[in-house]
């Protein structure tokens, strides 16, 4: 079936990086425009980025653009989210879908910014 294991997430102070990583399996990742999402604490979840299936187009959300990178690796079917530069307001839990999405979510990784 089809599952996505996010993984990377950490307490990091803010203006630090982190890289978070996200596994697939259970679908032909290769053909799939892949997603990050995330979700804060009393809000709702919000797109992040996203990537095309060769990785040569990239979106982001204008609070990320900048600041945030978006990969893949159609060989280890897993995306991947850079974060540089962060800040308090990143605090989330962190998700990745595909595009159009799949029905299961994974638990996410969680990334808090704070001193």
């Known amino acids: 079936q089809v599952q996505f294991v996010e993984s990377g997430g950490d307490l990091v102070q803010p203006g630090g990086s982190l890289r978070i990583s996200c596994v697939t399996s259970?679908?032909?990742?290769?053909?799939?425009?892949m997603r990050w999402y995330r979700q804060a604490p009393g809000k709702e979840r919000e797109l992040v980025a996203g990537i095309s299936t060769g990785g040569g187009n990239t979106f982001y959300a204008d609070s990320v653009r900048g600041r945030f990178d978006i990969s893949r690796d159609n060989a280890k079917n897993m995306v991947y989210l850079q974060m540089n530069s962060l800040k308090p307001e990143d605090t989330a839990i962190y998700y990745c879908?595909?595009?159009?999405?799949?029905?299961?979510w994974g638990q996410g990784t969680r990334v808090t910014v704070s001193s």
């Open positions: 259970g679908f032909t990742f290769s053909i799939y425009y």
């Open positions: 879908n595909s595009a159009p999405a799949q029905e299961t």
